[in-house]
């Protein structure tokens, strides 16, 4: 059984960093690709990040692009999303997603239907 469960997150004040982890089991975690998510009450689920199984290929949200960095650490089967400047826009549930098959590749046109094991979430709250 596929587990996806996310950490990290907290409220921090506007300019601070944050950094979330996610950790899969159940799956050859090297062999998918990962992303962030993230959702603000009222709004529509918004692809943050993505990163491919070797973690060669990334792509970001044009609103998070220069601030926060995803990366991947294969041999302990951990995501992580470094953030930097925050900003209250920022406030969101942040969800995890495993790709829904090994080998998926990471392109602009990644969407989250493309991920298939989710965790529940983490909440960053920003302050101005």
């Known amino acids: 059984q596929v587990q996806v469960v996310e950490s990290g997150g907290g409220l921090v004040q506007a300019g601070g960093s944050l950094r979330l982890s996610c950790t899969a089991s159940?799956?050859?975690?090297?062999?998918?690709?990962m992303g962030w998510f993230r959702q603000a009450p009222g709004k529509e689920r918004e692809r943050v990040s993505c990163?491919?199984?070797?973690?060669?290929?990334?792509i970001y949200a044009d609103s998070v692009k220069g601030r926060f960095t995803i990366s991947r650490d294969n041999a302990k089967n951990t995501l992580y999303l470094q953030m930097n400047s925050l900003k209250p826009d920022d406030t969101a549930m942040y969800y995890c997603?495993?790709?829904?098959?090994?080998?998926?590749?990471?392109?602009?046109?990644?969407?989250?239907?493309?991920?298939?094991?989710w965790g529940q979430g983490t909440q960053v709250t920003v302050s101005s």
């Open positions: 997603a495993a790709s829904r098959r090994p080998g998926q590749p990471v392109t602009t046109r990644i969407v989250a239907s493309d991920f298939g094991y």
């Open positions: 159940g799956l050859d975690f090297d062999s998918y690709a």
């Open positions: 990163i491919s199984s070797s973690g060669r290929v990334t």
